[in-house]
């Protein structure tokens, strides 16, 4: 019997992108349910009670949530295609990163572009402190997963695309190719991929779509993305 691969997700989400990046470099064929967050689906309620968010994956009768969850199951349940290194230390060093990414350098991002006056002086610091710190870490590499995109350049598609959409939007500068050429290098080179533009949004629908929740995202100053 075929297998039945379903990806809940909402089409600006770095974190579903994650999810359907991951699926297509394994050459895996999914559904795509789409899901509004604004009235979120008795389906997204029932498989995700938990955190009520998407991403979700539905393979045949298994449910899987949080999107570096799901990236461990699809890397563990596809051949193929590696998304981690066979080595179990570059693996441990693969999955830092993307803790580091998720818990450190996302957050510092999104409220430098998102807060303003002293706090936002405080987290511009921050954020570039963060991003210098991917920078080194891609020193003599063409991605963060060699010559290839991995795990880590996987969970920072956010940080390639979203950060030039809210830079043009909030009208801050986070990426500049002086301080940041090694980083920025890696974000032509990943999304110029053939596959990542398969996973893209269009960038005009994402400039308006930020541009019209820009007051409430810089009212609601908060740490996580609340798209
Ligand atoms: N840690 C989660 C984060 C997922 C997440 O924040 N999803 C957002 C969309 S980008 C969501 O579903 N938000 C709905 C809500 O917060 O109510 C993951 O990695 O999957």
């Known amino acids: ?14 974190f579903s992108r994650r999810v359907e990046l991951a699926l ?35 393979h ?23 998304l981690l290194p066979e080595d179990p230390y570059q693996r441990a060093l693969a ?15 999104w409220i430098a572009c998102w807060s303003e006056g002293k706090e936002q002086e405080k987290a511009m610091e921050e954020a570039w402190e963060h991003l210098r710190t991917l920078e080194n870490e891609l020193k003599g ?9 991995g795990f880590v350049d996987i969970a920072a598609n956010s940080i390639a695309f979203g950060v030039g959409i809210f830079e043009e939007v909030t009208g801050t500068k986070l990426l500049d190719k002086e301080k940041l050429p090694i980083l920025c290098r890696w974000i032509e080179e990943f999304l110029s991929c053939e596959v990542v533009k ?14 019209a929740r820009k007051e409430a995202i810089t009212a609601s100053k908060s740490m996580v993305y609340k798209l």
Not at 1 to 14: D, R, T, Y
Not at 62 to 77: F, R
Not at 141 to 149: D, R
Not at 198 to 211: D, M, N, T
């Open 1 to 14: 019997m075929a297998e039945e691969v379903k990806v809940m997700g909402m089409w600006i989400s770095p």
């Open 24 to 58: 297509k470099l394994k050459g895996v064929p999914y559904e795509y349910i789409k899901e509004d967050l604004a009235n979120k689906s008795p389906l997204l309620l029932k498989y995700n009670p938990i955190h009520k968010k998407i991403p979700v994956l539905l």
């Open 60 to 82: 045949n009768e298994n449910i899987i949530i949080e999107s570096i969850v799901i990236l461990e199951y699809i890397e563990e349940t596809w051949e193929g295609y590696s």
């Open 95 to 109: 999955r830092f990163w993307v803790k580091f990414i998720d818990e450190k350098c996302a957050p510092a991002v």
């Open 141 to 149: 590499k063409k991605f963060f997963g060699g010559e290839t995109i």
């Open 198 to 211: 398969e996973c893209l949004p269009p960038r005009e629908e994402s400039l308006k779509y930020f541009q």
